[in-house]
C-alpha cells in the first residue's frame, strides 16, 4: 500500500483567542483561523514539489471533521496585561516547482504583526538561499498580533501553513 503524504495543496490562516483558561484560548484562536476542526500535526518547514498555494476557503472546502492535517504552525500565548504578542508563517517559494521550498515559522513578544510578518518571510527567504544559493522567485507571509487585554485572561494568537494531501 503507497502511503505517499506529500501535500498537493497548502494555504495559510492566523487566528487570535481569549479566555480565563489556557487551553480554551488556544482553541479560541483555532476556531477564529478556521481550523479547529482537525487533528493538526505540526511539521517541519519544508513547501514540497509542485504544491500549489490555496485560498484558506479552497483548502478548508477539501479538509473533514475530524481529519489528520498536517500544518507549520507558529504559537504564542501570554496572560501579562499589555503584553503585545505575535505569531508568524513566511515562506519562500521555489523558482522550479520541481523542488522544494522554505516555510518559517516565528513567535515574539513586543514585536508588531508587520514586523514578524516580515522578519518570517526573511528567515524562509535565508534558508530556502542557504539550500540552493539562489533566490527564491516569491516569498510570502501570515501574521497575527494581539494586545492582552485583562488580568486573568489568556490571549493566544497563531499562524499556520495548512497542507492538503
Same mark, same amino acid.
Given at each position: ?24 484560548? %488556544?482553541?479560541?484562536?483555532? @476556531?477564529?483561523?478556521?481550523? =479547529?476542526?482537525?487533528? #493538526?500535526? $505540526?511539521? +517541519? ?24 492535517? %498536517?500544518?507549520?504552525?507558529? @504559537?504564542?500565548?501570554?496572560? =501579562?496585561?499589555?503584553? #503585545?504578542? $505575535?505569531? +508568524? ?40 538561499? $542557504? ?35
Amino acid at each position: 500500500m503507497n502511503m505517499n503524504l506529500v501535500p498537493k495543496k497548502v494555504f495559510f490562516t492566523s487566528g487570535v483567542g481569549r479566555h480565563t483558561e489556557y487551553l480554551e484560548s %488556544f482553541e479560541t484562536a483555532l @476556531r477564529s483561523a478556521g481550523i =479547529e476542526k482537525y487533528n #493538526l500535526v $505540526t511539521v +517541519s518547514s519544508i513547501l514540497p514539489p509542485h504544491c500549489m498555494i490555496v485560498s484558506k476557503e479552497e483548502g478548508l472546502a477539501e479538509l473533514s471533521p475530524g481529519q489528520i492535517v %498536517f500544518c507549520v504552525m507558529s @504559537r504564542n500565548s501570554a496572560d =501579562e496585561p499589555s503584553r #503585545l504578542i $505575535t505569531s +508568524s508563517i513566511g515562506c519562500a517559494i521555489p523558482k522550479d516547482i520541481n523542488t522544494h521550498g522554505y516555510i518559517s515559522e516565528h513567535h515574539a513578544f513586543g514585536q508588531t504583526k508587520a514586523a514578524a510578518g516580515k522578519y518570517a518571510e526573511q528567515l524562509a527567504r535565508s534558508m530556502y538561499h $542557504t539550500w540552493t544559493k539562489e533566490e527564491p522567485i516569491k516569498t510570502v507571509h501570515i501574521a497575527r498580533s494581539a494586545d492582552v487585554e485583562d488580568e486573568l485572561r489568556w490571549t493566544t494568537v497563531l499562524s499556520a501553513a495548512v497542507f492538503v494531501i
